[in-house]
């Protein structure tokens, strides 16, 4: 699975979205995320590549996109 | 070893519902109530002091704690809302009460000033023998109708609760006190100003720092969350009640809830919560009883009080 598809995978597990979101499609404009709904993506997000995300880094730019969220990802494993 | 012993509070009569929030804010009426939980709160009365509450509250309190305000070692009150800089509500309070000795001391730490009140009480009671905590606010003065996220949230009132050293309903075995000022902004009240708050922030650090703070602190009392029998929490908004029940996996009818009733009283509200659920019938407690708050600051944190 590639990273965008197991990203994607966790937004459908924290949201009510049904069809998959194009890369730069905004999940807060789209309605998949809210303020209450983002910290259940960070959590699954951290269970899904095993990196722990600091509460420091949970403002909704980093993770408005499937393409932010692969960047900050990989910004994390770096 | 401290213990809860009662709880008191008092609420003003003059209600406000969502439709005259609605006119004057601009917002509808179900939005209102879809997203906060709130179908109306109180305000104060204009001649009123955050003081005046406080006593209501206190004289409650001490009334069903069957002790008189001279036996009180302590009093620590809780408000982001007082009139002025200093001296706070405290030693006010403490005169009204008819004390002229008894150390008074101010925590002007809204939101999660009346948990902080409960911890900073566990460890002095031992000193003190009876802590009254307090805290009244009157949001309602500190709120402008052109920033409607929050003029729709906040109401004014006052709680109360006393921890004794010799005796009470619960003993409160352990405390959990946080603070994070890299977000002082996200919510804060500057002087001669109204309350400014990032929402969104403040819902997100929230939604995951109060589950973390109550799981670490049951867990190293060897407590799971689905064994508490009451979650007592600050009435900030009723998503975020059900945002930390579901975290937790623990049923929401779990968590005390009035918000729908007075809003977002500020540092009042869990100790409003407190009293109204005590008040209800349950005060013989049989299983452990947690405490929790997020606020301005950040400050948050948990109180884990088990059966006597």
Same mark, same amino acid.
Request: charged residues 20%; contains cysteine; glycine residues 8%.
């Given at each position: 699975m590639s990273k965008q598809a197991a990203i994607i995978k966790v937004i459908h597990a924290v949201s009510e979205l049904e069809a998959d979101p194009r890369p730069d499609?905004?999940?807060f404009d789209s309605g998949a995320l809210d303020s209450f709904t983002l910290p259940d993506l960070v959590t699954g997000l951290e269970q899904e590549f095993g990196v722990t995300i600091p509460d420091s880094d949970l403002v909704p730019e980093r993770f408005d996109t499937v393409t932010k969220i692969e960047a900050y990802l990989n910004s994390r494993e770096a | 070893m401290a213990y809860l012993r009662a709880f008191g509070c008092y609420v003003p009569e003059r209600r406000v519902g969502n439709e005259e929030l609605a006119t004057r804010t601009g917002r509808d009426v179900a939005t209102i109530e879809k997203t906060t939980g709130i179908r109306e709160r109180r305000y104060a009365a204009d001649d009123v002091s955050v003081a005046d509450m406080g006593l209501l509250a206190a004289?409650? &309190?001490?009334?069903?704690?069957?002790?008189?305000?001279?036996?009180?070692?302590?009093?620590?009150?809780? #408000?982001?809302?007082?009139?002025? &800089?200093?001296?706070?509500?405290?030693?006010?309070?403490?005169?009204?009460?008819?004390?002229?000795?008894?150390?008074?001391?101010?925590?002007?730490?809204?939101?999660?000033g009346s948990l902080i009140g409960i911890a900073l009480a566990a460890d002095l009671a031992a000193r003190y023998s009876n802590v009254l905590v307090i805290a009244a606010e009157i949001m309602? !003065?500190?709120?402008?109708?052109?920033?409607?996220? #929050?003029?729709?949230? =906040?109401?004014?009132?006052?709680?109360?609760?006393?921890?004794?050293?010799?005796?009470?309903?619960?003993?409160?075995?352990?405390?959990?006190? =946080? #603070?994070?000022?890299?977000?002082?902004?996200?919510?804060?009240?500057?002087?001669?100003?109204?309350?400014?708050?990032?929402?969104?922030?403040?819902?997100?650090?929230?939604?995951?720092?109060?589950?973390?703070?109550?799981?670490?602190?049951?867990? !190293?009392?060897?407590?799971?969350?689905?064994?508490?029998?009451?979650?007592?929490?600050?009435?900030?908004?009723?998503?975020?009640? !059900?945002?930390?029940?579901?975290?937790?996996?623990?049923?929401?009818?779990?968590? =005390? &809830?009035?918000?729908?009733?007075?809003?977002?009283?500020?540092?009042?509200?869990?100790?409003?919560a407190a009293s109204e659920w005590w008040a209800a019938g349950t005060s013989r407690v049989t299983a452990p009883l947690v405490l929790a708050a997020f606020g301005a600051g950040f400050n948050w944190g948990a109180v884990l009080a088990l059966p006597v």
């Open positions: 499609e905004s999940l | 004289n409650d &309190c001490l009334s069903k704690a069957g002790i008189t305000a001279q036996e009180v070692g302590l009093i620590l009150f809780s #408000t982001g809302s007082a009139e002025r &800089c200093f001296p706070g509500p405290a030693s006010t309070l403490a005169a009204k009460l008819g004390l002229t000795t008894t150390p008074a001391l101010d925590l002007p730490v809204a939101s999660a309602s !003065r500190r709120i402008s109708d052109a920033e409607p996220d #929050t003029a729709i949230l =906040f109401g004014d009132g006052a709680g109360a609760a006393l921890v004794s050293r010799e005796e009470g309903f619960a003993h409160i075995a352990d405390t959990a006190l =946080f #603070t994070d000022g890299n977000y002082a902004e996200s919510l804060q009240l500057q002087h001669g100003r109204t309350v400014q708050m990032k929402g969104l922030e403040v819902i997100m650090q929230a939604s995951r720092k109060i589950p973390r703070a109550i799981a670490d602190l049951l867990e !190293r009392n060897q407590i799971v969350p689905t064994d508490v029998g009451v979650y007592l929490m600050h009435q900030a908004n009723v998503n975020l009640i !059900r945002k930390v029940a579901a975290t937790l996996k623990v049923p929401e009818q779990q968590f =005390f &809830c009035n918000i729908e009733r007075y809003g977002n009283t500020s540092s009042a509200s869990l100790l409003i």
